[in-house]
């Protein structure tokens, strides 16, 4: 059965000193520490130790084979977004990371497609690495599930939406900058609690903006299994009828009507939990990812999935029909 993980992240192994060359701010830099290992530093601040499968294309590759799974679709590390810091040298990041995305499927062909990262805080700059994206080979983005805290409905990020439909590229939501943050740092909270809520904040920024119905033809994946939108579907519609006033501000349609419109991964960690989704969005919305290679991900890579009671037709959307759809792949072309 052809696998698609459409959910895992990489690193170039060597980074720049951007905070010296551009004489400010928390940019992640490097230090290779033991063989195989890495500290990623933010400023001066240690931020999470890394392994090598982080940035070797050609492990990772040896690792997915023990699984059986043949395509990985990489994407950058969401800290290294840096969309707090000037668009132009967020743009240069940004140009950064996508060639060295690049370059990865280039030399791997049939083990690697790619998502890139473009300065969201600017629309044109955006825009521009957008179609710098495409002209690479890149199958579409990846981007914050806020932008410096503003929602994905603000007009400003429109434009670079709408260039995305126009482009036929997909987009990749992924929580980042978690609400809360500071609030909740210990027992590891902002990933337990913050990122589901970051997601459905995203999904719902675009619901009720209206993103959705401007750009039906926009194809939009969610992470974590759409983190906390899918149990609390039924809360945000009673919240839609019960107060209109409030909530219809931009888009009067019902949000469950978007539901099979857009796309969330697999990562539920629970076979149950991810039944459920199955339940609300269908089989060929649901894509498999994995968060490789964080803990926090599914590193057995669907172990949990091919030991389950699930149909051998609701596996194959899983594993690379929803991945196909999504991205805009020809099959005959994998």
Known sequence: MLKIDMHTHIIPEKLPRFADKFGYGDFIHLVHHRPGFANMIKGDVFFREIEANCW?????????????????????????????????????????????????????KGNYLALGTVPMQDANLAIKELERCKELGL????????????????????????????????????PWNMMGFHSMEKYWLPWLVGMPAETSRAICSMIFGGVFERLPDLRVCFAHSGGSFPATIGRIEHGYNCRPDLVQVDNTRNPREYIGKFWVDCITHD?????????LVGSKRVCFGTDYPFPLGDLELGKFIEESNLSTKVQEDIFSKAAIEWLGLDPSQL
């Open 56 to 108: 070797d294309p050609k492990l990772r590759i040896e690792e997915y084979d023990q699984f059986n799974t043949q395509i990985q679709v990489v994407c950058t590390i969401p800290v290294m977004f840096s969309y707090w810091a000037k668009p132009q040298d967020c743009h240069e990041l940004s140009k950064f990371l996508n060639d060295d995305i690049a370059e990865t499927v280039n030399q791997h």
């Open 139 to 174: 199958l579409g983005i990846q981007i914050g599930s806020n932008i410096n805290d503003k929602n994905l409905n603000e007009e400003q990020f429109f434009p670079i939406f709408k260039a995305c439909q126009d482009l036929d590229m997909a987009v990749f939501v992924h």
């Open 271 to 279: 076979i149950q939990a991810l039944k459920n989704v199955l339940d």
